[in-house]
């Protein structure tokens, strides 16, 4: 038996509030006298928590349109569909097809004053959003009213000078597509797989640079195309390790935004900046511009959002930073006492974030809760990061998380857990052929423990791993193992009398 489609479910759980009283306003002026059988059946819909047609059919066993359900949920589906794209039109980055309908429908009634007039101003919105195939759309039609009008004169300019705009518009979209294509080179190796691991990586990525239109911004004719050249240019720098450069680039990219008019920043340009100023947090927490951070956290919160799920995103990735502050510093206990009062509907807020986000804060929770001894709590956040079914996204969180689970436990005093937990985290990294020599030392830690039964025993195998540690901070390829979790602060804890929180901080405040 065919499963019956949950479409018309996920479409209107996908509604926000405005979107849904806006349904009903436009249900009510599109059926008329037949506006009650629509609604009713929204709302029917919309309280159910999961899509269940065999209790839908029997609410409404009476009615007449449950003879042709199928029928009724398609028309339902599109007339929501026609109510989302007339509400939505209504903002400002949706009214350039609106102005081309409307020319459009001038032209066909004969109005070609009235149409060359919304043109124009379609023309107007592409070029400040610099949308060239929007633009290249308007010449196009230009071109067609010209022929159907016999504009003869009008052709003959658009020939000898027309066609010349219109060919600058096809290069700058060509240019930034040549910019937008260094940027995906630059990052799906990362999307992948995480850190850069040897020489070949790194070269490759040092190859993407050689043509000349890529050794600086001066090719990038639009703002775009500046975008992604410098986060082309931040990427290749932080992911071989050059902190210094990588953070001048991606200055250069807040600042790029930054000089944008209010009214352009909207839609994906949002995205966009939200993801620079990210970026810039990750930057000036490697090179320990500590006192820069507070201002970066509340420039990206001071981001304004045009929709209820951008701002649970934006929530989201704000107390994802603020975690990883506080960890940076060490400043585990504090760090505790001012998230967890944000924590009290997260999984709500969850639901609008990607995978991606969620492990990273799922990772950075139980980082800073086992900072502040907080074992338990904190074996709750990585299990929820080890449980997530897919693992092709964030290899290296899902990497290193396994290895915070082992510590976790091994502060836990798990004895019978650890041999086992040990011996399946060693399986995943080798099957990932991804395995850092950090994750190496580290799991040889495990495999010993815990043989070593007395203290002078423990340390002097805690002594002899973190000289092999930090001979490893030294390896270029090797050193961005340390920045996902802090495993010589760790182990000169276990052969000092100092806290791990203690430790952090003083590192952190060193020259």
Known sequence: MK??????????????????????????????????????????????????????????????????????????????????????????????????????????????????????????????????????????????????????????????????????????????????????????????????????????????????????????????????????RFSFHHLIGQAEESYLHIRELVQTFEALPPKQLKGRLVRNYVSAIINLYIVQQQLRRFDEIPATIQQLRRIPTDSKEQEQKLFIRSINLETDFYISTGQFRIGVEQITPALSDLSTRLKKSNRQQRLGLFYNLAYLHFGAKLYDEALDWINQLLNDPEVKTRADIQCFGRLLNLVIHYELGNDQLLEYIGKSTYRFLSNRKRLFKVESTMLKLMRRYPKWLTREASIQGFSTLLQELKELQSDEFERKAFDYFNFIAWMESKISSDSFESIVQKKGAEP
Do not use: C
């Not at 010209?146 to 096809?170: C, K, P």
């Open 3 to 232: 499963t019956a489609s949950d479409d018309l479910f996920q479409l209107i759980k996908s509604l926000s509030k405005q979107e849904k009283r806006y349904f009903k306003l436009h249900a009510g002026r599109h059926v008329i006298g037949q506006q009650n059988k629509y609604v009713i059946l929204f709302d029917a819909i919309e309280k159910q928590q999961q899509y269940d047609e065999a209790q839908l059919k029997e609410v409404f066993k009476n009615e007449a349109f449950t003879r042709q359900f199928h029928v009724v949920k398609n028309y339902l589906y599109h007339l929501i569909l026609d109510s989302l794209r007339n509400y939505h039109e209504s903002k400002s980055g949706d009214k350039f097809y609106s102005w081309m309908r409307n020319a459009r429908l001038l032209f066909d009634k004969g109005l070609y004053g009235q149409s060359t007039k919304a043109l124009q101003k379609a023309q107007k919105l592409a070029q400040n959003d610099e949308n060239f195939l929007q633009l290249l759309e308007v010449y196009r039609w230009k071109h067609q009213m010209m022929h159907s009008q016999n504009q003869f004169d009008a052709l003959e300019v658009y020939v000898n000078q027309g066609i010349e705009e219109e060919f600058e518009v096809l290069e700058k979209y060509r240019t930034l597509l040549e910019f937008q294509a260094l940027n995906d080179r630059v990052f799906i190796p990362y999307w992948r797989t995480g850190a850069i691991r040897n020489e070949e990586e790194k070269q490759a990525l040092e190859a993407l640079f050689e043509r000349p239109i890529f050794q600086s911004e001066a090719a990038a004719s639009s703002f775009h195309a500046r975008y992604y050249y410098f986060n082309a």
